[in-house]
């Protein structure tokens, strides 16, 4: 017997269809490409929306039709958001910071036919259009008069598109398993792999997502997603921040300490995410210029490791609390998010900065397991270390034409992270499986050695790496930018360790350099970094 409750298919049309009706005076607030802020309101985004859905119709998109954007965090790029989705085709996010022969790789597997972009990414286009077989029209996501001469064929402004259409459309209603958008994950080897999201999975990633335990978003919320648009959907926020009506903040291509912290205070930001490279940009930016962020509550953290002396200084110094989370672009992307539970009240201090350190539980529609190499599952005593399998709703069930597939037989999809998880659910990433170092038999986690690295003040950041030794087969080697003007020694560091970590895990030597290298989502690239010292000799080994 089926229950009786209406069947209306989860649509993200829905999503600014709600917010429009009911909180259709909330702002929606961006630093624009061009300079000036720009503000409207959730009504005015749907009217747009509207109108960009008919203009793609004018330029031929069709159901299905896959349309890419290169765009940093603003209004436009919302639009898309909601306009190409809702109107049933997918919308396809493209990390710019790509390297060229990647993104014309990706424009070309994912057979994009029109291509919006931001005035910044007009000249990389113009580099690779050649490459480009599938594209059917260029879209430059400014008015008339910052249109620039370009050479890119068949190119069209964005304000002149949609103001030749007007608003009186109505979102169309389909099946919900419908694919909506997609990304490339940004391996850092082999060719990127697509991962395409359905309008269920994203309505449902949306609702999970505002709930206390996870981003924990409300109407009373002025959120600012810092997260890039382009990095997995800016961790689902411009949908959940959208479902909870409440106020979004974009800071646009201007992420540096100064600028986030004119918008978190002029716009009385209460909530807002990103990964740690650039909470390291604001913070030092606050403590060199002495001002505050009063209304600045909670920060989600993830993409990479947070540093505990990053969740200290959020905190004391600052009163900002920090959710480590943790996700990825398979999982549409949210896995975890760091909260205590009820019978947590007297956790000491110490002991929250602790648990801060782990990536947190998963909520409703996420299931995780450990397991060692012969898939068997591993006990969840915050011991054991293993593999990191998951499922769920929004977790991809395979990659875009069959590519790479990561699934075992029973559906669950190997993460490539390597974790424990504790009796309470508390996962905590001790690496990936590719940079674990391993002594004598035994794993060591790199990701554990940089977080206390980084808690020295004369470290600026740290990247530990395997590197081979005749007895152990590899020991770790630290490698170190330092702060400006510190003297810190090889010795200094080395004898840091001591009493943080069993001896066998402290790294034989230090290496001290003037930067690190990152991947296009600010992740540090240890491939690069271990060619570099790949003849590198420690002097454990001689
Ligand atoms: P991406 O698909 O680019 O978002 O990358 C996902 C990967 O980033 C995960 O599989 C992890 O290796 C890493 N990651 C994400 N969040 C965290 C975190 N909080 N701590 C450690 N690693 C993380």
Redesign the pocket.
């Known amino acids: 017997m089926f229950g009786l409750m209406m069947d209306q298919p989860l649509l993200i049309s829905s999503v600014l269809e709600f917010a429009a009706k009911y909180h259709g005076e909330s702002e929606i607030v961006s630093r624009t490409v061009e300079g000036p802020i720009h503000r409207y309101t959730y009504a005015d985004a749907q009217s747009r929306s509207k109108q960009l859905a008919k203009a793609l119709q004018a330029l031929g998109v069709s159901e299905g039709d896959r349309v890419a954007t290169l765009a940093w965090n603003g209004y436009r790029h919302y639009e898309l958001y909601y306009g190409v989705s809702g109107m049933g085709a997918v919308c396809h996010m493209i990390n710019p910071r790509l390297f060229p022969g990647q993104i014309s790789y990706i424009v070309n597997h994912a057979e994009d036919s029109v291509v919006f972009t931001d005035l910044t990414f007009v000249e990389l286009l113009e580099g690779m259009v050649s490459e480009l077989g599938t594209v059917k029209a260029f879209v430059v996501m400014t008015d008339e008069a910052n249109m620039p001469e370009t050479s890119l064929p068949n190119v069209h402004c964005y304000e002149t598109l949609l103001a030749a259409q007007d608003d009186d459309y109505t979102w169309p209603v389909f099946d919900e398993n419908t694919a909506s958008s997609m990304c490339y ?2 391996g850092t080897t082999g060719n990127p792999k697509g991962v395409l999201y359905s309008h269920r999975s994203t309505v449902l990633h949306a609702m999970a997502s505002l709930a206390p335990d996870m981003l924990n978003i409300s109407a009373r919320d002025s959120f600012m997603p810092v997260v890039p648009m382009f ?2 959907n800016a961790w689902g926020v411009p949908y959940s921040v959208t479902m909870a009506g409440a106020k979004l903040v974009m800071p646009g291509m201007e992420m540096d300490g100064e600028s986030l912290h004119e918008l978190i205070d002029g716009e009385r930001v209460t909530l807002s995410a990103g990964v740690p490279t650039v909470w390291l940009g604001l913070l030092d930016y606050l403590e060199k210029s002495g001002k505050s962020v009063d209304s600045f509550k909670y920060c989600v953290i ?5 540093p505990r002396a990053m969740s200290v200084a959020m905190e004391e110094n600052h009163g900002v609390h920090v959710l ?7 999982m549409s ?1 949210l896995g975890t998010v760091n909260w205590p539970k009820h019978g947590m009240e007297d956790e000491t201090e110490e002991a929250r900065y602790d648990r801060q350190v782990k ?1 947190g539980r998963p909520c409703y529609g996420v299931d995780m397991k450990i397991v060692n190499d012969d898939n068997e599952t591993l006990p969840e005593d915050g011991e054991a270390f293993g593999e990191l399998k998951v499922r769920g709703f929004w977790v991809c069930s395979q990659y875009y034409k069959g590519e790479g597939d990561s699934h075992d037989d029973d559906g669950w999809f190997a ?3 390597v974790a424990t998880i504790d009796a309470g659910g508390y996962m905590h ?1 001790t690496d ?1 499986s590719k940079d674990v170092i391993k002594s004598g038999g035994e794993w060591i986690s790199s ?1 554990e050695l940089e977080n206390i690295a980084v808690g020295h003040p004369g470290v600026f950041e740290a990247a530990v790496i395997g590197i081979g030794h005749p007895k152990w087969d590899e020991r770790p080697l630290l490698v170190v930018v330092r702060n400006e003007g510190s003297e810190l020694t090889a010795e200094d560091l080395i004898s840091y360790y001591d009493g943080k970590v069993a001896k066998w895990w402290i790294p034989d030597d230090v290496a001290f350099v003037d930067e690190l290298p990152h991947t296009a ?1 600010g ?1 540090l690239l240890k491939m690069d970094l271990r060619d570099r010292f790949e003849d590198y000799t420690l002097p454990t080994a001689e």
């Open positions: 994950s940004s990095h997995v993830g993409g990479s490791a947070t480590h989370a943790w996700g990825m672009t398979e992307p990536q993460t490539g992270d990433i990936r990701i989502t992740k």
